[in-house]
């Protein structure tokens, strides 16, 4: 008899359990998007990445983005598919009048890179190969995509986390860049 019950209490205890966790996961201040930067009004990191392999440009360092004024810089890879999720709003993004993005291509094979970029559009001024990942860790990115604005005097003002939605270049990005263009 308390078997029976048992066989018929443990399965709704665990359904129990387990909504109850994913109730609480989806409390707005556990949002991993949410994740504050240490380097938020601190100067970019130091890196001199060189270009993608077999393209002409000269790369992306430190340098470069305190000297053209407020940037967009992207972290981004051929393999990530959220990257391509967000590529047509940088391409778009970057056909405004006074927008600069560049980007940072992470542990990436040269040449899928580059047909990724042919394939889709290359919005970047500039782009920098980060082959063994050491300039993400110096930014503190946590995976790809990840954008940040840079103002011109070469200081993180924002990060974003994750794939950049229309609503979120709208409402978000594109105020805090013309902000700091002014």
């Not at 790369?59 to 992207?74: C, F, I, P, Y």
């Amino acid at each position: 008899m308390w078997t029976r019950r048992l066989l018929f209490i443990l399965p709704l205890a665990i359904f129990l359990i387990a909504g109850a966790f994913f109730l609480w996961g989806l409390d707005p201040e556990r949002d991993p998007s949410a994740i504050p930067s240490a380097l938020i009004d601190r100067p970019a990191p130091e890196f001199a990445l060189s270009p993608i392999e077999g393209t002409e440009g000269p790369g992306l360092s430190t340098a470069d983005l305190a000297s053209e004024g407020v940037t967009l810089v992207n972290f981004f890879a051929s393999w990530c598919l959220p990257c391509r999720a967000e590529h047509p709003l940088l391409v778009r993004l970057s056909q405004e009048d006074g927008v600069r993005i560049v980007g940072i291509n992470y542990k990436d094979k040269p040449e899928e890179a580059r047909k990724w970029l042919e394939e889709l559009g290359d919005p970047y001024a500039r782009i920098g190969a980060d082959q063994d990942g050491r300039a993400a860790i110096e930014w503190g990115v946590t995976g790809v995509p990840e954008t940040f604005i840079v103002d011109a005097q070469g200081r993180i003002r924002y990060r974003h986390i994750g794939p950049i939605h229309p609503n979120q270049l709208e409402n978000e990005i594109q105020p805090r860049l013309q902000a700091l263009r002014q």
